[in-house]
């Protein structure tokens, strides 16, 4: 273990619901981030669900923050399943469809990180677990995972207030998304078209 | 294109049962009569709404909060503010998390240049929307306001552009006596105090569009004391009063003639010194937030906003303008 965070460390730290939400929409994480400006975030959604689905049963180990200043990386894991052993992430969702997607996986490889920095030894396993169907899917965390969350935790780190990210090139996103009113991306294509450049959102005006 | 539904619909509450106390209960605000005998067995609660939908809650007169509620006022981000029992601003409650260093150091980084351009975006908004309203009233020739507006554009200093709205607005109040029913004469734009029953209600709507616009602008983190038009002055909104301008036609002034034409408000509604008596002021309120509520078809983006949510669009708007998202402010204009 590292010596005690500081305070000037800790802010620099990224939490992992963050490397869910910059995957999800970078412009939208740097709303939430410089402007304080969301509607109900679905991570918090997703977390009242989780609350209440709270189990603490032999073999769990529930709700443990780690942090890691190397990884600067740090969040908490709300479920680890011990086998045999072998400590196992466990990240829950949601998920409406039924399904989980990219971002879910980077979350959880996140975990997985922290985990092994924690433990010392490698965890190369993570489950994603989806209400909805009441199913378990084992991820393999590969080395292509950990070099994603490496990446984003440097473009999280890098951020600044002067650099507003484009919109997402995929205006579905925008449909689902909680800043949609704030980040208005159909308005500043007809507005200023030229922002909107290359996004997806220059053809639906 | 469908906007995002549901959302600012409800946010602002207005009290003016006297007597009533604000609480908090099971997520949601309730508005109750304190008043009542014990043997009473009326409903003392006379309203509630869930707390994520309010952001600002206006009372008149005696009203009063429970301390628990200033607290979840104060978490939840809901300006309160207090008026007479008519109409008379007496002062607010804000919350304290809306302090986004970044956005207010943008603000106060603007260089004299970017203020103009922001100034002359509103002002020539405004005429813009003066014409449209005198020419969705039957009043034609006011092609003056059309070069009036053209000349906004081009203003060079903020004293040039101040001059060019206040003569646009004295050929615009000039032809607004045209827009009245019978029995209504507009004389001149009187204020402090306001010499006729038109202009009293004018001075009414201007304040509360203007809270209006001071509560979209502290929704979004902007300072309303520093202004882009409005010279600075202690204790006066500026960036609210220059925010309000392209609104004072459109809204303000079509709603006044609107309550007047259709004889919602007549002579007999008023007290000798000019200001509407306790039940037409109550009628106002209820007409007011029924107006801010009402939607109509977005002129620019096609789809239907209510008058209270295009107000908050706007303010959002300034303030990309004014942290450089957008590269102009672009005023709510009506062509027609
Ligand atoms: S509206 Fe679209 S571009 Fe804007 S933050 Fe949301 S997802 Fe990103």
Same mark, same amino acid.
């Given at each position: 273990?590292?010596?005690?965070?500081?305070?000037?460390?800790?802010? !620099?730290?990224?939490?992992?619901?963050?490397?869910?939400?910059?995957?999800?929409?970078?412009?939208?994480?740097?709303?939430?981030?410089?402007?304080?400006?969301?509607?109900?975030?679905? !991570?918090?959604?997703?977390?009242?669900?989780?609350?209440?689905?709270? *189990?603490?049963?032999?073999?769990?180990?529930?709700?443990?923050?780690?942090?890691?200043? !190397?990884?600067?990386?740090?969040?908490?894991?709300?479920?680890?399943? *011990?086998?045999?052993?072998?400590?196992?992430?466990?990240?829950?969702?949601?998920? !409406? *469809?039924?399904?989980?997607?990219?971002?879910?996986?980077?979350?959880?490889?996140?975990?997985?990180?922290?985990?092994?920095?924690?433990?010392?030894?490698?965890?190369?396993?993570?489950?994603?677990?989806?209400? *909805?169907?009441?199913?378990?899917?084992?991820?393999?965390?590969?080395?292509?995972?950990?070099?994603?969350?490496?990446?984003?935790?440097?473009?999280?780190?890098?951020?600044?207030?002067?650099?507003?990210?484009?919109?997402?090139?995929?205006?579905?996103?925008?449909?689902?998304?909680?800043?949609?009113?704030?980040?208005?991306?159909?308005?500043?294509?007809?507005?200023?078209?030229?922002?909107?450049?290359?996004?997806?959102?220059?053809?639906?005006? | 294109?469908?906007?995002?539904?549901?959302?600012?619909?409800?946010?602002?509450?207005?009290?003016? &049962?006297?007597?009533?106390?604000?609480?908090?209960?099971?997520?949601?605000? $309730?508005?109750?009569?304190?008043?009542?005998?014990?043997?009473?067995?009326?409903?003392?609660?006379?309203?509630?709404?869930?707390?994520?939908?309010?952001?600002? $809650?206006?009372?008149?007169?005696?009203?009063? +909060?429970?301390?628990?509620?200033?607290?979840?006022?104060?978490?939840?981000?809901?300006?309160?503010?207090?008026?007479?029992?008519?109409?008379?601003?007496?002062?607010?409650?804000?919350?304290?998390?809306?302090?986004?260093?970044?956005?207010?150091?943008?603000?106060?980084?603007?260089?004299?240049?970017?203020?103009?351009?922001?100034?002359?975006?509103?002002?020539?908004?405004?005429?813009?929307?003066?014409?449209?309203?005198?020419?969705?009233?039957?009043?034609?020739?006011?092609?003056?306001?059309?070069?009036?507006?053209?000349?906004?554009?081009?203003?060079?200093?903020?004293?040039?552009?101040?001059?060019?709205?206040?003569?646009?607005?004295?050929?615009?109040?000039?032809?607004?006596?045209?827009?009245?029913?019978?029995?209504?004469? +507009?004389?001149?734009?009187?204020?402090?105090?306001?010499?006729?029953? $038109?202009?009293?209600?004018?001075?009414?709507?201007?304040?509360?569009?203007?809270?209006?616009?001071?509560?979209?602008?502290?929704?979004?983190?902007?300072?309303?004391?520093?202004?882009?038009?409005?010279?600075? &002055?202690?204790?006066?909104?500026?960036?609210?009063?220059?925010?309000?301008?392209?609104?004072?036609? $459109?809204?303000?002034?079509?709603?006044?003639? &609107?309550?007047?034409?259709?004889?919602?408000?007549?002579?007999?509604?008023?007290?000798?010194?000019?200001?509407?008596?306790?039940?037409?002021?109550?009628?106002?309120?209820?007409?007011?937030?029924?107006?801010?509520?009402?939607?109509?078809?977005?002129?620019?983006?096609?789809?239907?906003?209510?008058?209270?949510?295009?107000?908050?669009?706007?303010?959002?708007?300034?303030?990309?303008?004014?942290?450089?998202?957008?590269?102009?402010?672009?005023?709510?204009? +009506?062509?027609?």
């Amino acid at each position: 273990m590292s010596s005690p965070t500081t305070v000037g460390q800790r802010d !620099e730290l990224v939490h992992v619901s963050a490397l869910n939400e910059y995957v999800y929409c970078p412009r939208r994480f740097y709303y939430q981030r410089y402007h304080d400006e969301i509607g109900t975030p679905y !991570e918090l959604i997703d977390g009242r669900s989780k609350h209440q689905n709270q *189990s603490n049963r032999g073999g769990w180990v529930t709700e443990r923050y780690f942090r890691s200043d !190397e990884l600067k990386l740090h969040g908490k894991i709300d479920l680890i399943e *011990s086998d045999s052993e072998v400590l196992t992430p466990v990240e829950r969702k949601r998920s !409406e *469809s039924g399904q989980y997607y990219p971002s879910d996986e980077v979350q959880l490889t996140g975990y997985c990180m922290l985990l092994e920095d924690a433990l010392d030894e490698p965890v190369n396993v993570g489950y994603i677990y989806l209400y *909805s169907t009441d199913t378990r899917h084992a991820i393999r965390i590969k080395e292509r995972h950990r070099e994603t969350v490496r990446k984003i935790v440097s473009r999280i780190t890098e951020m600044t207030v002067n650099s507003l990210p484009p919109f997402t090139d995929n205006p579905k996103k925008c449909e689902a998304c909680s800043a949609r009113q704030y980040c208005m991306p159909y308005e500043t294509a007809l507005l200023e078209p030229e922002k909107a450049q290359g996004t997806g959102w220059e053809d639906r005006v | 294109m469908k906007s995002a539904e549901g959302m600012f619909d409800e946010s602002i509450v207005y009290v003016t &049962r006297q007597g009533a106390q604000i609480r908090t209960g099971e997520g949601r605000i $309730i508005v109750f009569d304190v008043t009542l005998d014990e043997d009473d067995d009326s409903d003392p609660e006379l309203a509630s709404y869930p707390i994520e939908k309010v952001d600002t $809650i206006n009372v008149f007169g005696g009203v009063n +909060f429970t301390t628990p509620f200033i607290k979840t006022a104060n978490e939840s981000g809901i300006v309160l503010n207090y008026f007479s029992t008519n109409g008379k601003y007496r002062g607010s409650y804000r919350p304290t998390k809306n302090t986004i260093a970044e956005i207010r150091r943008a603000q106060y980084g603007l260089s004299r240049q970017e203020e103009l351009e922001i100034a002359k975006s509103m002002i020539s908004g405004k005429i813009r929307n003066a014409r449209t309203l005198l020419s969705r009233k039957g009043v034609h020739g006011t092609d003056v306001l059309r070069d009036l507006g053209v000349r906004a554009t081009k203003a060079m200093t903020k004293d040039a552009l101040r001059g060019t709205e206040g003569e646009a607005a004295e050929r615009y109040f000039s032809r607004l006596d045209e827009t009245l029913i019978d029995g209504w004469t +507009f004389e001149k734009r009187t204020t402090r105090p306001p010499e006729d029953h $038109i202009n009293s209600l004018l001075s009414l709507t201007y304040v509360f569009v203007k809270n209006e616009v001071l509560g979209a602008l502290y929704q979004y983190n902007l300072d309303p004391f520093l202004g882009v038009l409005h010279a600075d &002055r202690h204790g006066r909104p500026s960036l609210a009063l220059d925010l309000q301008e392209e609104f004072r036609p $459109i809204f303000c002034d079509a709603f006044v003639t &609107r309550l007047i034409n259709r004889g919602v408000i007549t002579h007999d509604d008023f007290n000798k010194d000019n200001r509407l008596a306790d039940d037409a002021f109550k009628t106002y309120l209820g007409k007011f937030d029924e107006y801010m509520q009402e939607e109509f078809t977005h002129p620019y983006f096609e789809y239907n906003v209510s008058r209270r949510k295009a107000i908050r669009q706007q303010a959002i708007l300034l303030r990309k303008a004014i942290t450089g998202e957008l590269d102009g402010y672009h005023p709510l204009t +009506f062509d027609r």
